[in-house]
């Protein structure tokens, strides 16, 4: 392995929502001994709100460095980016344009620093999507405002995973009543192609088997309960099984297939719309469910959890989807190497290495 994929990653968290539980799982997740073994955490916040949630959740103490540029970061403890100079008034559990507004600074700084370098991933705690808004926010959540921020014109592709189920999202942040006219077979032939390369790049899986969701009860009982699977989604697993090689499966009727666990048979499970895939994904793997954002040049994470107003401040909020996520994203970030080393361009070695044993090598003898 090569010195980069053997290095410690400089974890960027933003702590996400104020007057949620975000503040309060990140602290349990990074003050821990072990945590500064995986990582170098970079929390990005207020120390004032912090200093208030601790307080509040009875937290034990340990030692940040705070900072105002994550330039100046220590690896021994971790780290706090002073992001957050206006006053924010703490109202545990209550949503406030203030705790959104809380929220965005600590983002867009951590998505700079991202960008510019000074973090390799970017884990996020929750937000109130509907508070966070302003003429700098107005996407329907992180996803989509981390693909126009940091996508570089590559398209996101939301993915909750857990240790053995990851499902992926044709439609995410769409109202229900919208996700039919939405489906297109070209789209959900990019979702597979996407998924498809995320599961081989960001999981280490070779030959990844997607399992396909349909969009209609019973899978549409061939055009009875509705034509969507006929003329929308098996065409596109069929041009993705013959033109992409996705090896793709189904489409599955939902409750049958995670009523009789066949995502078990598979890597990956591709769901029409939101809840289709989350619903289930949640109440199979809650407490250790991540939110990852595929398809983008960076790699950022989340916990599968909510802003959790009604237990904001009491202490009791499960870190362990947290944990979880700044795990998944240092594993996502060693696996892109891996992947990335092994799949460069082999003609500079080859000629490197045809060179120092003074061989020629001759294209035209289709050597």
């Known amino acids: 392995m090569s010195e980069e994929n053997k290095k410690r990653l400089r974890v960027g968290i933003t702590l996400g929502d104020s007057n949620g539980i975000g503040i309060e799982v990140a602290l349990k997740a990074v003050g821990v001994p072990e945590m500064m073994d995986m990582c170098i955490p970079v929390l990005y916040g207020s120390s004032k709100i912090v200093s208030y949630h601790r307080n509040a959740c009875n937290l034990p103490g340990f030692q940040i460095n705070h900072t105002k540029s994550a330039n100046n970061l220590k690896d021994n403890m971790p780290n706090l980016v002073e992001c957050i100079n206006q006053e924010i008034k703490v109202e545990l559990g209550v949503p406030s344009k203030q705790a959104g507004q809380a929220a965005f600074i600590a983002l867009e700084t951590a998505v700079r620093d991202l960008k510019s370098g000074l973090i390799d991933v970017l884990v996020t705690a929750p937000i109130n999507k509907d508070n966070i808004q302003s003429d700098q926010f107005n996407f329907p959540g992180h996803t989509e405002y981390l693909e126009s921020a940091a996508g570089d014109g590559a398209k996101a ?5 857990s240790d053995n189920l990851r499902i992926a999202l044709v439609t995410a942040h769409v109202a229900l009543s919208q996700v039919p006219a939405t489906l297109t077979t070209e789209d959900i032939r990019q979702r597979l192609q996407m998924f ?11 030959g990844p088997r997607i399992a396909v969701l349909s969009l209609n009860p019973h899978a549409g009982e061939n055009g009875m309960l509705g034509t969507e699977e006929r003329d929308i989604i098996i065409p596109a697993m069929q041009q993705s099984l013959d033109e992409d090689g996705v090896q793709c499966f189904g489409p599955y009727a939902a409750d049958g297939f995670f009523g009789a666990r066949h995502y078990r048979r598979f890597d990956g499970v591709l769901a029409m719309y939101h809840d289709q895939g989350l619903a289930p994904f949640k109440t199979i ?54 992947y990335d080393e092994a799949h460069q361009n082999p003609l500079p070695k080859l000629f490197q290495d045809r060179g120092r044993d003074n061989v020629k090598l001759d294209l035209t003898k289709g050597e």
């Open 157 to 161: 592709l939301m993915l909750m995973c």
């Open 196 to 206: 498809n390369l995320s599961l081989k790049r960001d999981f280490g899986i070779d």
């Open 285 to 338: 793997a809650m407490d250790e469910g991540v939110n990852f954002t595929a398809g983008l040049p960076i790699v950022r994470t989340s916990p599968d959890h909510g802003t959790g107003y009604d237990i904001a401040g009491q202490g009791i909020a499960n870190e362990s989807s947290m944990r979880h996520a700044i795990y998944t994203a240092i594993d996502v970030w060693h696996h892109r190497a891996r």
